[in-house]
């Protein structure tokens, strides 16, 4: 889940990282008794960037600030940030974020931040285990290896790093970006802006999104479709891909993005992704294929596919389960359904038994192989 500023910002102050001083301010609502308002800054509530491009971060005193940001937000009861203003003698770029190649935590820093960090000198990048002696030496060397920081600001961020990896490693982030991360005239650093991301399987390890963060949960609701939600009801993650023609029914994160490279290569691209939710039931198919026949009524979607993987349980009781979810149900549209399934799964049940028993509730073909499952389909709609 993204947390918006406000909310990742909590996060941080709770970790005992710097940032401004700031308020929540709903329609109606002003400053509160001895808020420095003096050029401070009014700041749409959004987990996206590019906020100051598109006219969501305005000065306070100009007159109509907060209902030009909500205007342009198309919610006139959006909450906005008030942030006091802080006098920044330097913008910094650093980001942490989870590297699953590498499986470690990457460090991205840039020694000129901002709104147009993109367009400056790629960023020093370098892998962190903040847990590992000399980590903040570590840092230190990568900083100055290419002369981008002076010596002193070069410790200080160094130090920092290491600390937020920690707190990105507590928390459970895949995401901690600080732009800009501002050095005031006496040196200190002070996080002005703030994008975290925090891993949804992992969330059993924090209090409620609901209660946690609020507003962030509010707000990813709200960007849901229905099915969506509805998906998230009964137990798994399903998100829609808008322009698909295959309803797509998978289980793991993994196979699903095998099976949406395969598709798109064959020039099908999926109109839906599902994985499995943490801590959700252990058995959603009939769910999920509930879900994906309403996709696949759609007039642009063509076909259905379902692949999962088998690797002990009895393909016979599998193939039983889902021929009668098909005969409650039956797709709307030809359906393609490919097992892979191991040697012990397949013990006294073979897949041309499956196959016989799947034909006769309307499945159009059933492959283990799943190019060949997506080959079939190819030339089944074209």
């Known amino acids: 889940m993204r947390l918006i500023e406000h909310e990742g910002k909590a996060l941080l102050r709770r970790h005992g990282v710097a940032i401004p001083r700031g308020v929540l301010l709903r329609p109606g609502e002003s400053a509160p008794e001895g808020f420095p308002t003096s050029g401070a800054f009014l700041k749409a509530q959004v987990p996206e960037g590019g906020r100051g491009k598109r006219g969501l971060v305005r000065r306070a005193e100009e007159p109509g600030a907060a209902e030009a940001i909500r205007a342009a937000l198309g919610d006139p009861a959006a909450p906005l940030l008030l942030e006091e203003a802080v006098p920044i003698a330097r913008e910094i770029y650093l980001a942490l974020r989870v590297d699953g190649t590498a499986q470690a935590i990457e460090l991205l820093v840039s020694a000129e931040g901002g709104v147009e960090v993109e367009s400056g000198a790629p960023p020093i990048r370098h892998h962190l285990d903040p847990d590992a002696p000399g980590a903040a030496a570590g840092v230190f060397a990568a900083l100055r290896r290419r002369d981008a920081f002076p010596a002193d600001l070069a410790a200080r961020v160094a130090r920092l790093a290491v600390r937020l990896a920690r707190v990105l490693a507590a928390e459970d982030l895949e995401l ?197 499952l997506v080959r079939s389909l190819k030339a089944a709609v074209g």
């Open 176 to 372: 901690l970006e600080i732009n800009p991360l501002a050095q005031l005239a006496d040196g200190r650093l002070v996080a002005c802006d703030a994008k975290l991301v925090r891993d949804d399987a992992a969330a059993f390890r924090h209090a409620p999104p609901a209660v946690e963060a609020p507003l962030s949960a509010a707000i990813a609701t709200a960007a849901m479709t229905p099915l969506e939600r509805r998906a998230r009801e009964r137990g798994f993650h399903l998100v829609e891909l808008p322009g698909g023609t295959v309803a797509m029914v998978t289980a793991g994160a993994g196979l699903g993005m095998l099976m949406l490279d395969l598709l798109s290569d064959h020039g099908l691209p999926a109109a839906c992704f599902m994985d499995n939710a943490q801590g959700g039931p252990d058995e959603t198919m009939p769910e999920r294929l509930a879900l994906a026949f309403e996709i696949a009524r759609r007039p642009e979607v063509k076909a259905a596919l379902f692949y999962t993987t088998i690797a002990s349980r009895p393909l016979k009781g599998r193939v039983q389960a889902l021929a009668k979810a098909l005969c409650e149900s039956p797709p709307p549209k030809p359906l393609f359904i490919g097992f892979a399934a191991g040697h012990a799964s397949l013990a006294g049940y073979s897949l041309e038994e499956a196959r016989a028993t799947l034909r006769e509730v309307g499945v159009t073909a059933l492959h283990d192989d799943p190019l060949e």
